[in-house]
Nanobody, 121 residues
Framework: QVQLVESGGGWVRPGGSLRLSCAASGNILGINVMGWYRQSPGKQHELVAQ???????NYANSVKGRFTISRDNAKTTVFLEMISLKAEDTAVYYCAADPNTVVVGRLFQFWGQGTQVTVSS
């Protein structure tokens, strides 16, 4: 089992910045990809950024150029730096992880509890 704990959400004005953190514990040696999903009311989960154990990174088109995913050297903490935030970025953001490097057609296996990000004036 893998435990994921997010922190860093909150309220910010449009154009502002936030940094989310995700601390992983448990059987993290079996994890090959970590990422951030988000979900806003009435919408499906959206995978906004992911990083593989080999360091490959992908972003959703909606956040390219504004969000940056990174991790610490121990590969136990993943960060999501968000700049130029927009109202449409408002959502619950979830840290997630999976044993497979490539995940298609399903959500990642392990999830954190989520942290709310609200962008409004």
């Amino acid at each position: 089992q893998v435990q994921l704990v997010e922190s860093g959400g909150g309220w910010v004005r449009p154009g502002g910045s936030l940094r989310l953190s995700c601390a992983a514990s448990g059987n993290i040696l079996g994890i090959n990809v970590m990422g951030w999903y988000r979900q806003s009311p009435g919408k499906q989960h959206e995978l906004v950024a992911q990083i593989t154990s080999g360091g490959s990174i992908n972003y959703a088109n909606s956040v390219k150029g504004r969000f940056t995913i990174s991790r610490d050297n121990a590969k136990t903490t993943v960060f999501l730096e968000m700049i130029s935030l927009k109202a449409e970025d408002t959502a619950v953001y979830y840290c997630a992880a999976d044993p497979n490097t490539v995940v298609v057609g399903r959500l990642f296996q392990f999830w954190g509890q989520g942290t709310q990000v609200t962008v409004s004036s």
